[in-house]
């Protein structure tokens, strides 16, 4: 938990200093290593965020559940979505794929998978976990 928190801290704490940084939205992908004096541009930090939440995922999935898991999905998050798809499918944690789809605004993706779970389980190549 404290782990989360600090995250998340940490996550306020870089998208302050993107927006002080960049009042304009010029600042394009292509222009990483152009983030001025100060260091990274935004896209270095939202790359470095998206790799820090898909990692945590990717770690988090082969931990005991606990319900962290779930809880960091629905909270703000940067997790690369097929990313996040591809392990939360393989260890069947399907409650957890769907919070993501949803986080992700993929509403009608994470209600699909839901009625396939509840419906037709035995159709699902991996068992649900927990």
Known sequence: RSRLIAHARMEQQLESAQEAESSSE?????????GGA??????ERSVLLAAIDTAIVKAMVLMPDTG????FVQSPNH????????????HGMYAELAATYKAAGRHADG?????RVS???EAMDIKPRG
């Open 26 to 34: 010029d600042q394009h992908c292509g222009d990483i290593g152009n």
């Open 119 to 121: 419906q037709e389980p």
């Open 111 to 115: 209600l699909e998978l839901l009625r």
């Open 79 to 90: 997790i690369i979505l097929d990313e996040a798809v591809e392990v939360l499918t393989a």
């Open 68 to 71: 962290a898991l779930l809880r």
């Open 38 to 43: 100060g260091g990274e541009s935004a896209c």
